[in-house]
């Protein structure tokens, strides 16, 4: 079985550049999870999908970065314009219906490593 | 609130030898979970295991064990004989019933060396 996909695997660009990445959740997987990882800071959960449904975006930094979730098996983070301190590598997830009772766990994708330079 | 400690930053070991990674967690909720997760050099995050909060029996997979102990609420990691494959950053996670929020700590990188 596919886990989670994400595209690209790595994307560099220049600051002020749009940028999409994108995620593929697992199939039949109800929540989906955005994660940025940066050496300072950690993993720190951006936004939680829960079917298609945005329920949590209060970890999204700006009004710069926005993701969509148009149907089950797909989500995109779009960072317009970028910047370099978005420098990281995001992760996607995603877990069981409904990822609550149950302590389902998360699985990761392969993560986008960003570099704005 | 939730927190996880892991005090460990990095541990260094020869191949063969056992590395036991700490998890000190801390959270006001009686039911909750707990999970072990496995970034090796290539980045991904790979799920090891999880454990409820009213299960405290120890767990055994291969080389991997896990030592559940609410009374110290830890969650600690031991590697037997590890290898070089074994080399990655290990993060102890938490979450509590009812919730989608994983709580991560900063993880502890492990060098095995042949």
């Known amino acids: 079985d596919a886990g989670v996909i994400q595209s690209p695997r790595h994307e560099v660009t220049e600051m002020g550049q749009e940028v999409t990445l994108r995620c593929k959740p697992i199939?039949?997987?109800?929540?989906l999870f955005w994660y940025r990882q940066t050496m300072m800071r950690g993993l720190e959960l951006l936004i939680y999908f829960n079917n298609n449904v945005p329920i949590d975006d209060s970890g999204m930094p700006e009004d710069r970065f926005s993701a969509k979730m148009p149907n089950a098996s797909f989500s995109t983070l779009k960072i317009q314009p970028s910047e370099p301190r978005d420098s990281a590598v995001y992760f996607c997830a995603s877990s069981p219906s409904p990822g609550l009772a149950g302590g389902n766990e998360q699985f990761f994708g392969p993560g986008t490593r960003l570099t704005v330079l | 609130a939730q927190k996880v400690t892991q005090a460990q930053t990095e541990i260094s070991v020869v191949e063969k030898e056992d590395v036991t990674l700490d998890c000190v967690y801390e959270t006001r909720d009686t039911t909750y979970y707990l999970f072990w997760y496995k970034q090796p050099p290539s980045g991904e995050l790979v799920f090891l295991i999880r454990?409820?909060?009213?299960?405290?029996q120890n767990e055994i997979s291969g080389r991997y064990s896990w030592n559940f102990q609410k009374s110290t609420s830890s969650f600690n990691f031991t590697i037997t004989a590890s290898q070089v494959v074994d080399s990655a950053v290990y993060f102890c996670?938490?979450?509590?019933?009812?919730?989608?929020?994983?709580?991560f700590g900063a993880g502890t990188t492990v060098t095995v060396r042949a």
């Open positions: 199939s039949g997987h109800n929540s």
């Open positions: 454990r409820n909060s009213f299960d405290e």
């Open positions: 996670a938490l979450r509590k019933d009812n919730d989608y929020k994983l709580s």
